[in-house]
């Protein structure tokens, strides 16, 4: 039987505009600068779904988001006091996707990656400028047994540390109220001691040439080049270094209250919990339906949803950050993911 040849036409630029449609529905993930590999990774194992990626500071990445910018946000800093103010009656949800951390590293001629111990006070000394050289007795008391070079600390910090929502500052705060003093902008961070190199390259190459550097990674970094981060004292008073155990170890004491209250796992009380331990949240709206009336983008935004909660995407999770979400996080994940109307 043979048909028309117009209506063989119609029929073929018919099914190529239902393709083009089908092909042409995407969602937009904005995100930090750190998760934007995992949301590379994750986007590569739903094909059936085109995922457009924005990374820049968590700050704006979040204001992408309220603004209706992108249909989720993936961030470790949690909605401000004036972000809530902005998101109005509009209800959000946090869905933990990941397990991250802070990795401290330096450059220290004769001592191995990973030896040298730090508290969170002396940490936050030598980033605001008031502990200068290695070898000050703050730093020799915790560190008793290694010979502490004679040299200057050099500071160096990402050019996406600019908040003092963003983890390591937020931590730095936790442990020293002065951070905040004349600093009160949640954008242009005022660090009083070291240099803006720019960006996690920029930094790992400063801190291989300069002797007597100290720079903090994000995890994801630290587990692509192998570094060996230095361990840091929790409050249970252990020196912990970073490790899928510790992050582990911090997330499991935490598991009720992190859940309802998101936050930095900086004092997670278990004597292996590392103390730069953070949860990367997948920001969404409840009502999704309603705030952006698009029905097709919602069950694309749901089809990443899940696959980022999948085995394979925790897979994805752990081959970056070293460490995945244990499986009573991934169920309550999925829980409120039910939640979201699409």
């Keep these: 039987m043979k048909f028309p040849a117009v209506f063989l036409s119609v ?3 018919s099914l190529l505009f239902f393709s083009t449609a089908r092909a042409a529905v995407e969602i937009k993930v904005a995100c930090s600068d750190a998760e934007k590999p995992l949301a590379q990774a994750w986007a590569g194992i ?8 924005e990374s820049k500071n968590a700050s704006d990445a979040i204001d992408q988001f309220l603004g209706k910018g992108s249909d989720l946000v993936l961030t470790e800093p949690i909605l401000r006091k004036s972000q809530l ?20 590293v330096t450059n220290l001629p004769g001592i191995a990656e990973g030896e ?4 969170p006070k002396v940490l936050s000394d ?10 000050d007795p703050a730093i020799r008391k915790l560190n008793p047994g290694l010979l502490l070079p004679d040299l200057d600390i050099f500071v160096i910090h990402r050019s996406h540390q600019n908040s003092k929502n963003d983890p390591f500052p937020a931590f730095l705060i936790e442990e020293n109220p002065q951070w905040i003093l004349k600093r009160e902008q949640d954008k242009n961070l ?17 801190i291989r040439q300069w002797a007597g550097s100290i720079a903090v990674v ?43 209250q998101p936050a930095i796992l ?34 694309a935004l749901a089809v990443f949803l899940k696959a980022v909660l999948s085995p394979e995407g925790q897979k994805k999770t752990a081959e970056l950050f070293g460490a995945s979400l244990p499986a009573n996080w991934i169920d309550s994940a999925l829980k409120k993911a039910g939640q979201v109307q699409y």
């Design 266 to 299: 900086t004092r997670a009380p278990g004597k292996k919990a590392y103390p730069l331990t953070s949860v990367v949240w997948a920001i969404v709206d409840e009502n999704y339906r309603g705030v952006y009336r698009q029905s097709q983008r919602g069950s």
């Design 126 to 135: 030598i980033y605001l400028g008031v502990i200068k050289e290695w070898n």
């Design 218 to 260: 994000d995890m994801n970094i630290a587990v692509e080049k192998g570094l060996k981060g230095d361990r840091i004292r929790n409050i249970a008073g252990q020196f912990v270094a970073p490790s899928a155990g510790s992050l582990e170890a911090a997330l499991s004491l935490k598991k009720g209250m992190i859940l309802e």
């Design 85 to 104: 103010k902005k998101a109005g009656k509009r209800a959000v949800l946090y869905l933990p996707v990941a397990l991250s951390a802070q990795v401290v």
């Design 116 to 119: 040298l111990k730090l508290s």
């Design 46 to 53: 739903v094909p059936e779904t085109k995922v457009k990626i």
């Design 190 to 206: 005022h660090w009083p001691a070291g240099e803006n190199v720019g960006d996690d390259a920029k930094v790992l190459a400063k």
């Design 11 to 13: 029929l073929s630029l």
